[in-house]
């Protein structure tokens, strides 16, 4: 069963729009949060994270939501760019007696059109 | 350019080649993970390794047998390989191993056929 789950596969946006990314997660010890981007033939890279004790995390054009009590988070980018295109994953995390355990989504494909 | 760097790209073989998978890490990093993901799936973590030390192995098959002989290197041997077991082979690397917020480096992967 899915601890962590991008319930979208795509999501198709114009440029200068807003992009939402949504993750739902479903293990309410999750302490950390992060989402990472990847291009196509390239490894997934790290954008932007929360920890659990804050609701909200800003990065430029990148901002990230948590909601605990929804166990719900959200990618917003504004304004998108063509080069924001990509494969856009959610990951929790569980520090469990010292040992971490990295759990991601399937991911949601985002493209920007002109 | 990535920090992290594996080899192959691309990997075809057949379910009863041997094959080893390399990753090279030039960030200093102390802790390597191999991660595999199949189509439509998550990512799923497989080894993790800190200091050179295995500590982490997900109920992988023994068919995956990973070595790391340094702090920058990380191989995955393979043998008899199933069809099923055709996915893409992520290999990343954390400053540290065992805080909630370790942020990893990717390479690129290896994209790996199984006939």
């Known amino acids: 069963d899915q601890q962590v789950k991008q319930n979208s596969p795509s999501l198709s946006v114009q440029e200068g729009r807003i992009s939402i990314l949504n993750c739902d997660y479903t293990n309410s010890m999750f302490d950390y949060f992060l989402w990472y981007k990847k291009y196509p033939a390239e490894g997934p890279t790290f954008l932007i994270s929360?920890?659990?004790?804050?609701d909200k995390n800003e990065d430029g054009r990148f901002t990230v939501f948590l909601n605990k009590s929804a166990k719900h988070l959200s990618l917003h980018i504004v304004p998108s760019q063509p080069g924001d295109s990509a494969v856009y994953f959610c990951a929790a995390s569980l520090t469990l007696y010292n040992t971490d355990k990295l759990i991601f989504g399937t991911g949601t494909r985002l493209q920007v059109f002109p | 350019e990535t920090g992290v760097t594996q080899t192959p790209r691309h990997l075809v073989m057949g379910m009863t080649n041997k094959k080893s998978l390399k990753c090279e890490q030039h960030l200093g990093h102390n802790a390597m993970y191999w991660y595999k993901q199949s189509a439509k799936k998550p990512l799923e973590l497989m080894f993790v390794?800190?200091?050179?030390?295995?500590?982490e192995n997900n109920s992988v098959p023994s068919r995956f047998s990973p070595e790391c002989p340094n702090s920058s290197h990380l191989f995955l041997h393979l043998h008899t390989l199933q069809p099923e077991d055709s996915a893409l082979y992520l290999c990343a690397s954390s400053q540290d191993w065992g805080s909630s917020s370790e942020k990893l480096f990717f390479g690129s992967g290896t994209q790996l056929s199984v006939l």
């Open positions: 390794y800190s200091l050179e030390e295995r500590v």
């Open positions: 929360i920890s659990s004790i804050k």
